[in-house]
């Protein structure tokens, strides 16, 4: 288990990783999210985090790739301090 929040590199790589190992396509990690394919390539390459207007939608694939335990809502609590 991660001990500090993880960083911006460690998030997209244990997300894209989860994503990897289930053969879910970038395509299909968007759909499941409601996201376009470019957001989702973003936040899988450490691009950029969500808005805060599109967590819920991130949270939702986090949630689907059983990674809830790791990465959860207050992830961000210290970016909006």
């Known amino acids: 288990m991660l001990q500090d929040p ?3 590199a ?6 894209n990783q989860a994503r990897l190992d ?5 395509r299909g990690a968007a759909q ?3 996201v376009p394919a470019s957001t989702m390539q ?7 985090f969500p808005t805060p207007a599109l967590r ?6 986090v949630e689907h ?6 990465l959860h809502a207050g992830l961000w609590l210290e970016d909006e301090a």
């Open 6 to 8: 993880p960083t911006r």
């Open 10 to 15: 460690e998030v997209a790589a244990l997300v």
């Open 22 to 26: 289930r053969h879910l396509s970038v």
């Open 32 to 34: 499941l999210s409601g």
């Open 42 to 48: 973003g936040w899988l390459q450490g691009q950029h």
């Open 56 to 61: 819920p939608k991130f949270l939702a694939l």
């Open 65 to 70: 790739l059983e990674l809830n335990h790791f």
